[in-house]
């Protein structure tokens, strides 16, 4: 499977988040995203699986704060549109607000659909 991929970053320049863009099988671009917390150690396997299984589910939940710089980048949106050929529209809901994710309820994104033996 075919897809673009923006890794979101801290100061530090440590990956903290993953945004991927795909097409599905109904031949919509989808994007997934899969956020990293402070205290967690990043994997990008994890990140990629679970970026792109939200992506294919459709799951258009809000994109965590350490992603949403990357999903508002001109730069990946412009990416996006050349690759897959096609004006490409960021769906308002996708992206939240700073101080709304504050309060949006935890989880815990490692564990939420990573199979652990694979």
């Not at 991929?5 to 989808?30: C, I």
């Not at 529209?89 to 652990?116: D, G, T």
Request: glycine share 4%; hydrophobic share 40%.
């Amino acid at each position: 499977m075919k897809y673009l991929a923006r890794y979101a970053r801290n100061a530090d320049g440590t990956p903290t988040g993953l945004l991927v863009a795909l097409r599905n099988d109904e031949s919509a671009v989808q994007f997934g995203w899969s956020s990293c917390d402070e205290q967690d150690v990043f994997s990008k396997k994890v990140a990629k699986h679970i970026a792109i299984e939200r992506a294919l589910k459709g799951r258009h939940k809000p994109v965590a704060s350490s992603v949403s710089s990357v999903i508002t980048d001109t730069d990946f949106i412009q990416r996006c549109e050349f690759y897959f050929k096609e004006k490409i529209i960021v769906p308002a809901h996708f992206i939240m607000e700073e101080n709304s994710w504050a309060n949006a309820p935890k989880k815990v994104l490692v564990q939420e659909q990573y199979p652990r033996n694979a």
